[in-house]
């Protein structure tokens, strides 16, 4: 990926997520990146391809930290002494402590694009909740799907109280509840 386009994204995904989608323009973008409009043109067609690509980039980066957690082999995950949920559990806490002050950027999408079920904005959204999901079951294929929503529903949680009571209390708590709720799940 070209320095710019970089830029552009970093810049993209931390104005949207301070101010929200449709409160930033695209010469606000270029202005904060210090690019020409037509560099953002000539990597991105629209906004809305624009804020796809920044909550895109954002689920690679939050599977890529929530993956780590859970690497081990297979074979070595007996050894740990820790449940898996309880790994992703420490995971998204310290995905918040570095991110999350202000609620969940894809929920504040689909609240911005939410009148619209078919807006590509909504499907991404909701594809990335499918997706956690997915990958949550299949880190334990052994968990039933209510444990699976149950695990989502703290995480869920936990950000958006990141909101209200800060990042570090919301990481503290939901470490705390999902260890006693999960923590038998070897």
């Known amino acids: 990926m070209s320095s710019k386009k970089e830029d552009l994204l970093r810049t993209s995904e931390a104005l ?34 624009l804020i796809m690509e920044v909550l895109n980039r954002r689920e690679r980066q939050y599977m890529e930290q929530l993956n780590f957690a859970i690497a081990a082999d297979p074979s070595e995950r007996k050894k740990i002494s820790e449940s898996i949920y309880v790994r992703l559990a420490r995971a998204h806490a310290d995905w918040m402590n570095g991110r999350a002050a202000r609620g969940c950027l894809f929920l504040r999408a689909k609240e911005e694009y939410g009148e619209d079920a078919s807006h590509p904005i909504v499907q991404l959204v909701d594809g990335h909740k499918e997706r956690l999901k997915a990958f949550i079951q299949s880190a334990d294929s052994e968990r039933t799907t209510s444990e699976v929503l149950q695990l989502c529903l703290l995480l869920e949680g936990a950000t958006a109280l990141a909101e209200s009571e800060g990042p570090e209390i919301a990481a503290r708590e939901l470490i705390a509840i999902t260890e006693r709720l999960f923590a038998d799940l070897q």
Not at 30 to 45: D, P, Q, R
């Open 16 to 49: 949207f997520y301070q101010n929200g989608f449709h409160a930033i323009g695209l010469k606000k973008i270029v202005g904060e990146s210090n690019i020409a409009m037509m560099t953002l043109y000539n990597h991105f067609a629209s906004k809305d391809e």
